[in-house]
């Protein structure tokens, strides 16, 4: 086969491609995840972020918990920030206390200071503790 032959058909392959693809990016539109703060625990990753959309112009803030042993995002939930503490900010999801892991109440503390924990509530009890990797400004 000679190299044009090659380059043809991969053009053609390539077009193809961009024609199945291109609907899908028209039917999902862009958006954008700003991380706001961040709790990295051997169990758990949790991640409070702001998301928002083309159709929106205001960002919604949300809490993501990861549980890094089965590899499972087990909770994606809306979320409000407290007014700042002098020792934090806390984040807490918007439902009501559940036995369903994916629907419980979760509270983010995020310390100030870098030497303290960042703490992981569950339904109001302790549930995990980790290191602050990213803070929000105050």
């Known amino acids: ?81 407290s007014d700042s503490f002098p020792e934090g900010f806390t984040y807490t999801s918007q439902t009501e206390v559940s036995n369903d892991y994916s629907a419980s109440l979760w509270t983010l503390f995020v310390p100030n200071s870098d030497e303290q924990s960042c703490l992981l509530f569950r339904n109001g009890s302790a549930f995990d503790s980790g290191s602050v990797t990213q803070r929000e400004q105050q």
């Open 1 to 81: 086969m000679s190299g044009s032959f090659l380059i043809c058909l991969k053009l053609r392959l390539l077009s193809a491609v961009g024609t199945i693809l291109f609907p899908l990016a028209v039917l999902n539109p862009a958006h954008a995840e700003e991380t706001v703060a961040y709790c990295d625990s051997p169990l758990h990753a949790v991640n409070v972020y702001q998301d928002s959309t083309l159709e929106s112009s205001e960002p919604s803030l949300r809490i993501r918990v990861f549980w890094r042993e089965k590899f499972l995002v087990f909770a994606d939930l809306p979320a409000l920030r």
